[in-house]
Nanobody, 129 residues
């Protein structure tokens, strides 16, 4: 059973930056897609970014709400996936989850939550105005 653990959440002022991290318990995720999702109070969980490898190519997907502000990256050796969040807004306040898709679709990864079988416990990010 793959375990994912997020860290790096916290409180930051609007306009600031924060990096959240996700570490996997096993090396088997090397070829899986990893996604970041978030859930704000009273709202449904939404997919915001994912990363996967397709041959020699690394694919990145961003939701419109974070495009240009958030950057996903991956360290295969350390089994880590990072989400660098810049220009944060109060509406980015949410619990952030990483998740792993063990059977990613051909080519680019998906933000469809139903594809992700393994989930972390989440880390709180709060952006004050």
């Amino acid at each position: 059973q793959v375990q994912l653990v997020e860290s790096g959440g916290g409180l930051v002022q609007a306009g600031g930056s924060l990096r959240v991290s996700c570490v996997a318990s096993e090396d088997t995720i090397r070829n899986w897609a990893i996604g970041w999702f978030r859930q704000a109070p009273g709202k449904e969980r939404e997919g915001i970014s994912c990363i996967n490898y397709s041959g020699s190519r690394t694919n990145y997907v961003y939701a419109d709400s974070v495009k240009g502000r958030f950057t996903i990256s991956r360290d295969k050796v350390k089994k880590m996936v990072y989400l660098q969040m810049d220009s944060l807004k109060p509406e980015d306040t949410a619990v952030y989850f990483c998740a792993a898709d063990s059977t990613p679709p051909p080519g680019i990864c998906s933000l469809d939550q139903g594809r992700y079988r393994f989930w972390g416990q989440g880390t709180q990010v709060t952006v004050s105005s």
